[in-house]
Structures are given as C-alpha cells and as structure tokens.
C-alpha cells in the first residue's frame, strides 16, 4: 500500500471514528432520561435568558416533575420507543416533533420547533457521514485487494520468468564450454597431423575436422536460435507486464472518479441542510 493511500485510509478511519462518537454520544443521550408522561405540564426553557430579556413566568413545578430541556425530551422519547413493547409506531423523531408542538403552543414561540429541526438535521448529517465513510472505506479495502492480488500475480510471473532465463543462461555456458574443448581438440589433432606428415591420415583429419566445423556451426546456430528465444519472451514478458499496469491504473482512475461523483451528493445534502 502507498503512503498517500495509508494517509487517505487513516483520515477516512479518524473521520468515520469521530462520526461514531458523535452518535454514540447522541444515543446516550437519548437513552439516558426517562420518558416523559404527556399529561405532565411543565415550562421547559429553551435557553438561557440574558441580562437584557425580560424574566419569563414559569409554571408552578411540583417536586416530583422536574423540567426538562429539548434534549431531555429526544432522550426520553428515544427511550420509551426503544423500551416500549406494546405495538406503539411513534418514532423518536415524531415523538419529539409532537413534544415541540406541545413547547410552541404553551410558550407562543416558534424555538422549540426550530430547535427539533436542528436536533432531526444534526442526526440526520451524522447517519448520512458514517454511512458515507463506511462505503468508502469498503471501497478502498476492494480497490487495495485487487492492487494487492495483481502485485501478487506479478511477483510469481516475473519469478518464474528469473528462474528459466537462469536455467537458458546455463545451458548457454554449457554449450560454450563444450565447443570451447572441441576447437582445442581440434587444434590439437591438426598439430599431430602434421607432425606424423601422414597424408590420408590428414585427409581423413580435414574430414572430420569439417564435420566437427559443421557441428560446431550448427551448435552455434542453435544457441543463436536459443538466444533470440530468448530476447523475445523478455519482450513478451516486460510488454505484459507495461498492459497490466496501464489496466491497473485504468481501473484506479475510474474507481477514483466513481469515488468523487458519488462522493459530492452527500456532502451537498449535508450543507443544504445546515
């Protein structure tokens, strides 16, 4: 794996991890408070009143009814549609949605909705980041295996590719050292030859030693013949090789531009709806 990708995946971690706390965070949360009767009336402040805001007038709370923020209310009707067991429909979200209604209409403003609004956003943004996060990094897991299996692949042909250019290289040597003790053979011989003053014999050598010449030559023509197979699987080989990572990189492009289109609608959801 390259450094950029391992930089790339460690953000897209970090980022899918801070996601989670923020949703773990926010179902705590939920979860936390008890839910809240319906008959109860109680003045819940939306937030705290500064110096300059005129006092509101609370409601009388009794000891046993204490208030409650918005975010107590999501809580508590998160809780009870988790817990409850009796066929009830109502979602957290149409809980609190309902509860805001209750808040506009005892205080004759229009916050308590807003900040429902905000709250489903908000919820809303993290689901769709983590989902986000999540797929993307199972794409770059298949992108990576598929990188890894081809690299793989590779290795074992270039490998395997070493070991027969050794055993050719081998044979080559052998073949060299072998005519290398024919022609010293032959050179000795045409010196006894000589010496003995022997004509047939000499005729007879120039015979032989015209047919170890035609061996020798066709032994150099077929290591001349070896040598060109040779050159021409290195071709093939390094030609292969060039096609596969022209495909590897056609893929990455595409994956990478598949990636930043399906990326961009989600991010675009997220600000529209901040």
């Known amino acids: 794996m390259s450094e950029r990708k391992r930089r790339r995946v460690d953000q897209d971690a970090r980022r899918l991890e801070l996601?989670?706390?923020?949703?773990?965070?926010?179902?705590?949360?939920?979860?936390?408070?008890?839910?809240?009767?319906?008959?109860?009336?109680?003045?819940?402040?939306?937030?705290?009143?500064?110096?300059?805001?005129?006092?509101?007038?609370?409601?009388?709370?009794?000891?046993?009814?204490?208030?409650?923020?918005?975010?107590?209310?999501?809580?508590?009707?998160?809780?009870?549609?988790?817990?409850?067991?009796?066929?009830?429909?109502?979602?957290?979200?149409?809980?609190?949605?309902r509860f805001a209604l209750e808040i506009a209409e005892k205080n004759g403003s229009k916050e308590a909705i807003e900040r429902c609004d905000r709250l489903k956003r908000r919820f809303e943004a993290l689901s769709d980041t983590v989902r986000l996060c999540q797929e993307k990094v199972r794409a770059t897991g298949s992108e990576l295996t598929l990188q890894n299996r081809v690299e793989s692949q590779l290795a074992q042909e270039e490998t395997a590719w070493e070991q027969q250019m050794q055993t050719r290289e081998q044979r080559v040597a052998e073949r060299e050292v072998e005519l290398q003790a024919l022609k010293e053979e032959n050179e000795a011989d045409a010196a006894a030859q000589e010496e003995n003053g022997n004509s047939e014999e000499e005729e007879q050598d120039e015979e032989e030693e015209q047919v170890e010449i035609t061996e020798l030559q066709e032994a150099v023509a077929l290591?001349?013949?070896?040598?060109?197979?040779?050159?021409?699987?290195?071709?093939?080989?390094?030609?292969?090789?060039?096609?596969?990572?022209?495909?590897?990189?056609?893929?990455?492009?595409?994956?990478?531009?598949?990636?930043?289109?399906?990326?961009?609608?989600?991010?675009?959801?997220?600000?529209?709806?901040?």
């Open 19 to 97: 996601c989670a706390d923020d949703l773990r965070e926010l179902g705590s949360a939920i979860g936390s408070c008890l839910f809240r009767a319906p008959s109860t009336h109680v003045s819940v402040p939306l937030q705290a009143p500064s110096s300059s805001s005129k006092p509101r007038k609370t409601v009388s709370k009794s000891p046993s009814s204490p208030s409650r923020s918005l975010y107590s209310l999501v809580s508590s009707a998160a809780y009870a549609t988790k817990t409850n067991v009796s066929g009830q429909q109502d979602t957290w979200q149409a809980t609190l949605s």
């Open 223 to 274: 290591r001349a013949e070896e040598k060109r197979d040779i050159e021409a699987a290195i071709d093939s080989l390094q030609r292969k090789k060039t096609r596969r990572q022209a495909v590897i990189a056609e893929e990455k492009k595409k994956k990478e531009a598949e990636s930043v289109t399906w990326r961009q609608t989600p991010l675009q959801q997220l600000e529209n709806r901040c």
